[in-house]
């Protein structure tokens, strides 16, 4: 196997499950222990592994109540000579944003952000995205049940084990 194709299973092993023992994941990645730990100390330099994380089923936690997560289209104007990105890093900086990203289609950024409450996303959206020079539109969806998240199914109907018996 070539050392491309090592270091993409061992980033796949990862994103699966950064859990793992350095062991499990070059055993997985068919690597050596000191192979793979010196792959993923310069893929974690290189900027390819950029942080480690669970994905969490926020609504089965008691203070879930507490979090509301929209999606955000956002159409706008690109600067002049720094396009989209200059716009993107001043709204991407608010920490209400957790994910950001340049689309195709009809609108220019998808925004993903998370507060409080319907109405704490609705006056962000107002006061700081709406209110920007540059955006000439909004278009807010609010997540009412998450189903999937991240490769991972966080409800499935129970099957009906019982029998059917008719007459």
Not at 42 to 54: D, F, H, P, R, S
């Given at each position: 196997m070539t050392q491309i194709k090592k270091a993409e299973k061992l980033i796949d092993v990862l994103h699966k499950n950064c859990k793992l023992s350095l062991e499990q994941v070059a055993a997985i990645a068919e690597m050596?222990?000191?192979?793979?730990?010196?792959?993923?100390?310069?893929?974690?330099?290189?900027?390819?592994?950029?942080?480690?994380?669970?994905?969490?089923?926020w609504d089965k936690l008691p203070s879930a109540k507490d979090k509301v997560t929209a999606y955000i289209e956002l159409k706008v104007?690109?600067?002049?000579?720094?396009?989209?990105?200059?716009?993107?890093?001043?709204?991407?900086?608010f920490p209400q944003v957790k994910s950001m990203n340049l689309m195709s289609g009809s609108y220019d950024f998808g925004v993903t952000v998370e507060g409080e409450s319907i109405k704490d996303i609705s006056l962000f959206v107002s006061e700081h995205l709406a209110t920007m020079e540059s955006v000439l539109s909004t278009a807010t969806h609010f997540v009412l049940k998450r189903y999937k998240d991240d490769g991972v199914v966080f409800s499935s109907e129970k099957e009906d084990d019982r029998e059917v018996i008719s007459l």
């Open positions: 050596t222990v000191p192979e793979a730990a010196a792959a993923i100390e310069a893929l974690e330099k290189e900027g390819v592994i950029m942080g480690y994380g669970a994905v969490i089923n104007t690109p600067q002049r000579h720094n396009g989209f990105n200059r716009l993107a890093q001043q709204i991407y900086q």
